[in-house]
């Protein structure tokens, strides 16, 4: 006798309901999830107050933590200040301190009008949030080579004063030098000679301007932080300068 076929073995259907197409339910509420963190953020952001100011700003305090050259931004409110019908109208939509400060920067700018064209070279005013920096070639403040004040340097000194005494800001001093080496008995490096002359220039405003003496510091850096690449002589006397930091007394700054 032929051996009959095995039959299929029967399974016992599930009692579990037929999966439901698409994607799982438990993928709807996670999208759900993101979608609304996601308008979270865009509410946030659109709340935070956008500067590019503040970024670059941000940007150069970094550079300058690391070791690099020092960034500050010039703020567009303060540089853009041609006619007095300017200056009012920006003075409507800038805040209390950056009003001083454009004051600031107006006073020193109306103080080098009256000085010949010599006298000028080499002198520049920027600002950022939180203070002025004038600056002035090592040429009209300094001898050649050394820290003793030459004939023009209380003329340009006297200048500081007059603002430090219109406006109650504190200053940093600070001396710079280009990038040939310097050797003498008194100055071995440009890190002696650039902090001598920023020492030497507050110690004039200090003492011959009657200037709080805590209002006031002086800092040397040498080459380190060169406004001008060191490729030429003409760049190397831009890099011989002084720069009075004029900043507000709730910063600290150096």
Request: proline share 5%; glycine share 6%.
């Amino acid at each position: 006798m032929a051996k009959q076929a095995e039959e299929p073995v029967r399974r016992k259907p599930s009692d579990a309901p037929p999966a439901d197409e698409g994607l799982p339910p438990w993928m709807a509420t996670f999208a759900d999830m993101m979608t609304l963190l996601l308008c979270f953020f865009v509410l946030l952001l659109s709340f935070a107050e956008q500067s590019e100011q503040k970024y670059r700003d941000a940007l150069g305090s970094i550079k300058g933590a690391f070791g690099a050259k020092e960034v500050r931004a010039v703020s567009e409110d303060m540089a853009q200040f041609s006619t007095s019908k300017t200056a009012k109208k920006m003075a409507a939509n800038i805040s209390h301190d950056e009003r001083l400060l454009l004051g600031v920067v107006m006073r020193i700018k109306s103080l080098l009008e009256d000085e010949d064209i010599k006298l000028k070279e080499g002198m520049g005013v920027t600002a950022d949030r939180d203070g002025v920096v004038f600056s002035a070639n090592s040429a009209a403040l300094f001898k050649p080579g050394s820290a003793e004040l030459g004939d023009g340097a209380e003329r340009v000194l006297d200048k500081v004063v007059k603002v430090l005494k219109d406006y109650k800001l504190n200053i940093v001093v600070r001396g710079h030098t280009d990038d040939k080496p310097v050797s003498s008995p008194r100055y071995p490096s440009n890190w002696e000679l650039s902090a001598a002359r920023a020492a030497m220039a507050l110690n004039y405003i200090v003492d011959e301007g009657g200037i709080e003496i805590n209002r006031a510091k002086a800092v040397g850096y040498a080459d380190t932080r060169p406004a001008h690449p060191n490729d030429s002589d003409e760049n190397r006397l831009k890099n011989q300068r002084v720069e009075f930091y004029l900043h507000m007394p709730q910063r600290d700054a150096w």
